[in-house]
């Protein structure tokens, strides 16, 4: 009797190591019963004795109903929309989010700057800045026209702000490039930005739904995938199937998610992603929206009984039921201002003489709430970190000493800048290469070999995002520390120049050197 396996084992395990294993568990099961392991009890040291276990009193009411991102998340963005919205439409914390990482991600706008891969492209130095120059400008001609805007109501840097908030609003948001004519620039690209609502599936009424097509793939809540799990189809309505005042017949226009021609994308699908093979996104405040709106009440709360305490002065007692206060008006009959018989106009340090029977008890208006300051800094810190965004700043109260402070801004930059490199990638790139092969299609920017290699488009659509930088605590320290890593070569002036305010260095460089010489010349005109 051996312990080794067999060569059957052996063949087993080299096509399967599971049925080969399986195999050779067998057969020392009948050999060695002894051998064999006792599958009814559950290893010490094992999740099934801690966190899945089933035996557990502070676990075994814990029952998981589980499924994939579609039975989780897809099917239930509609409500989580509707919901977050209306949070948000209330202000407070759930307006307070949103509104904070859009000021800090996209803030007064996420200005390109153009970085072609000039060694690639077998360019000198002077030839690549001339050129990235040039499709800045062309660019700037571009995003700063509201032509650009399919609605034509804002500019390039207008619909960012609004893409991100609608995002972070609603979970996702969608940007359709169209080609529209018009007389102020020679660009015809458009962005038409699309509500999360206007995503659905056809013949539904708004609700998150999911559906199987003919070639075996799946719309789901709009979005069509095949077979092998791609996104190959986005479905937008004709409008909001929640829209009310507009009653316009509701249909539904399958636009593909690439041309089939170039390639390029028709629309854009701004979200972010929790798991893998999820369509749709979900708002900022999901996973809170419960306690929000739990706080809100409470503080809604609070907020009208101390306003009940305090409209409540004094009761007149009075013996009888007559009906009357028992008090005259202390103001004289032309200097009232009112003349029912509802308000009572008193005058300061007047004396008055009630009538037998009644009699002024008073009421202390205090509400005293000794736990409420407690209550509400406990919650507001829980949803902050559920946010992702530090209590000082989401509440904007700076209280606490510089290093905490900066500690605060630190780390809630960290996130801003994790948003914004996503937002770049997933709207801001993609519409600039797409307005850059019309620059160069028109003969507008020359770049040779745009449309024959990939390698070449990539090196000339390479551009730099420039933010809003993170704001500063101690100005003085700050700039020292700056002056510290270009000295070490840790940084350049040019990434100082961006984050500390967002500024272009070689127009500061430029601005610098015209007040120099101006200065100068002031100089030598006074003596």
Not at 129 to 151: H, K, V
């Given at each position: ?105 996209v ?53 960012q ?69 791609e ?76 306003v ?7 009761f ?77 700043v ?25 948003y ?25 920017i ?24 993170m ?14 890593r270009?000295?070490?070569n ?38």
């Amino acid at each position: 009797m051996s312990r080794e396996p067999t060569i059957r084992e052996r063949m087993l395990y080299l096509l399967s190591p599971r049925r080969g294993t399986d195999a050779y568990i067998r057969r020392m099961s009948k050999e060695l019963p002894e051998a064999a392991p006792d599958r009814t009890k559950t290893p010490k040291m094992s999740y099934g004795s801690h966190g899945a276990s089933q035996t557990l009193s502070s676990l075994i009411g814990w029952v998981i109903d589980g499924g994939d991102s579609e039975d989780n998340i897809d099917l239930y963005s509609s409500t989580l929309r509707q919901r977050a919205r209306d949070l948000y439409a209330g202000g407070g914390l759930a307006r307070s989010g949103p509104q904070t990482l859009t000021t800090s991600v996209v803030g007064w706008g996420i200005q390109p700057k153009p970085k072609l891969d000039g060694e690639f492209l077998g360019m000198s130095d002077d030839a690549r800045e001339e050129t990235e120059r040039t499709i800045l400008r062309e660019f700037r001609l571009w995003a700063e026209n509201t032509m650009c805007d399919a609605e034509r109501q804002q500019n390039f840097y207008g619909l960012q702000s609004l893409a991100f908030l609608s995002m972070l609003m609603s979970g996702d948001v969608f940007a359709l490039f169209g080609m529209k004519e018009n007389k102020r620039t020679p660009y015809q690209t458009t962005i038409r930005l699309l509500e999360a609502d206007r995503i659905s599936t056809p013949e539904t009424s708004g609700d998150s739904e999911s559906r199987e097509t003919d070639s075996g793939g799946r719309i789901i809540d709009g979005v069509e995938i095949d077979k092998d799990g791609e996104v190959i189809r986005y479905y937008i309505a004709s409008r909001s199937p929640l829209a009310r005042a507009n009653n316009s017949e509701l249909f539904w226009t399958p636009i593909d998610a690439f041309g089939k021609d170039t390639g390029y994308p028709n629309i854009l699908h701004v979200m972010t992603f929790e798991r893998p093979e999820q369509r749709r996104g979900i708002p900022f405040v999901s996973a809170e929206i419960e306690g929000v709106k739990q706080f809100t009440r409470y503080m809604n709360s609070e907020l009208a009984a101390n306003v009940v305490s305090s409209m409540l002065t004094a009761f007149i007692v009075s013996d009888s039921d007559d009906g009357k206060f028992g008090l005259e008006d202390a103001v004289d009959e032309e200097d009232k201002v009112t003349d029912d018989d509802i308000h009572l106009e008193l005058a300061p340090g007047a004396v008055y003489n009630l009538p037998k029977g009644k009699k002024i008890e008073t009421v202390n208006p205090l509400r005293s709430n000794t736990q409420f300051e407690s209550f509400v800094n406990t919650s507001i810190t829980i949803l902050a970190s559920s946010m992702g965004i530090p209590k000082e700043v989401l509440t904007k109260k700076y209280e606490s000493n510089y290093t905490a402070a900066r500690a605060a801004l630190l780390d809630f930059w960290r996130t801003v800048r994790v948003y914004r490199t996503k937002f770049n990638a997933s709207f801001n790139q993609p519409i600039y290469e797409q307005w850059l092969s019309e620059a160069v299609a028109s003969g507008r920017i020359n770049a040779p070999g745009f449309f024959d290699d990939p390698a070449i488009r990539q090196a000339w659509c390479g551009c730099l995002w420039m933010g809003a930088s993170m704001g500063h605590v101690d100005p003085l320290k700050e700039a020292n520390a700056a002056e510290r890593r270009i000295a070490n070569n840790i940084t350049t002036q040019e990434q100082e120049a961006s984050e500390y305010n967002g500024n272009n260095w070689d127009e500061n460089i430029k601005q610098r050197k015209k007040e120099i010489k101006e200065t100068q010349q002031m100089g030598r005109e006074e003596e």
